[in-house]
């Protein structure tokens, strides 16, 4: 049993050295370094959703908080469907003067707010105090730890529990597509499968009195129309046309009064301009007439057998064209837009 169960040993080993970890932060370090986000409480915005990509590996951090204040920091990641922060260039400028550091550091240590604090440490680094900026850096700033999100939205939640502001982060990962419904009417060329409806005629042949001859009728169609409902699923894009799979369902309403009514299904590609036109393609299954196994046209019949006796409804493929509308709903390519508020 030991020596059966070392291959698949092996296997797990290697899978867990390969496979990186899921989620925040404490997995293997076989990524490559994170991108940095600060959270900067300072903006005077209570609530922002950030977009990330699916997969991305980032840092999250919190900078401008009070040295003196108390905040509380809730995370909540959950499955669902931002521009990297560059520092400004660094110039060689003079030493400030000691005592203007040391005002600063007056400031920065009464600053009421979150928005003062963070104009003071831009001051503090331009002047530029640097021993300065550094330590309220160390004291005012905080590691949430790296993310990696697959279709999934992480919420960073921040309570000044003082002031009882409230930051709310949300970190998204952008859809990737969405299902559209359009109305139109089917046109199905009965190419491959045709309606073939069959009755009994009486033989003319005198040596056969009392048969009937099995008859195919010829005012046959050659083509029918639907209306239909079509569903496609397009990739978000920002091309006028659109290229999707495509199904629907419609409604046979050609020689009714012969046929009934009678449901069609569809598979194929779309078309979509502007995802409100569509042109679509593909093979469309639907109810034909034919003829009952146990009867041959070559066969007379000593019955006079109804059309209905004779007959059998079957299902054949056929291609499709269909000319499809969209109706109501937002633009499936509307942006995406930011939701801020202040205080």
């Not at 005002?103 to 604090?117: G, I, R, V």
């Not at 139109?184 to 009937?212: C, E, N, R, V």
């Amino acid at each position: 049993m030991k020596t059966s169960l070392k291959p698949l040993s092996t296997i797990f080993l290697a899978f867990v050295l390969i496979c990186p970890a899921f989620g925040f932060k404490g997995g293997p370090g076989t990524k490559s370094s994170p991108r940095a986000i600060s959270l900067d409480l300072a903006i005077p915005v209570v609530s922002n959703t950030i977009f990330v990509k699916n997969g991305e590996y980032i840092s999250i951090g919190i900078k401008n908080m009070l040295p003196s204040g108390q905040y509380s920091i809730a995370q909540d990641l959950q499955p669902n469907i931002p521009p990297v922060l560059t520092s400004p260039p660094v110039h060689a400028l003079a030493a400030p003067p000691a005592a203007a550091c040391a005002a600063l550091e007056a400031q920065l240590a009464a600053a009421a707010s979150e928005a003062n604090f963070g104009l003071l440490m831009d001051k503090a680094k331009s002047i530029p105090c640097n021993d300065l900026y550094n330590n309220y850096s160390a004291v005012s700033t905080k590691d949430l730890g790296t993310f990696t999100l697959n279709n999934q939205t992480l919420t960073v939640t921040i309570t000044n529990v003082v002031s009882k502001t409230v930051w709310t982060f949300a970190f998204k990962t952008p859809e990737q597509g969405k299902w559209l419904t359009t109305y139109g009417f089917t046109f199905i060329p009965l190419a491959w499968g045709k309606s073939h409806k069959y009755f009994a005629q009486q033989s003319q042949d005198s040596t056969m009195p009392g048969k009937y001859n099995i008859v195919e009728s010829r005012n046959e169609s050659h083509w029918m129309f639907a209306p239909t409902v079509m569903f496609h699923y397009i990739a978000y894009s920002e091309g006028a046309v659109s290229i999707s799979p495509t199904g629907g369902l419609g409604i046979n309403i050609t020689n009714t009064a012969d046929n009934g009514i009678s449901p069609l299904v569809f598979f194929g590609v779309s078309f979509l301009y502007r995802a409100n036109l569509g042109l679509n393609f593909g093979i469309a299954g639907h109810q034909v007439d034919n003829l009952k196994g146990n009867y041959s046209t070559s066969v007379p019949i000593a019955t006079n057998l109804d059309s209905t006796d004779l007959n059998q409804k079957v299902i054949v493929l056929n291609p499709f064209v269909s000319l499809t509308l969209r109706f109501g709903g937002s633009h499936p390519y509307a942006s995406a837009t930011t939701t801020t508020g202040t205080n």
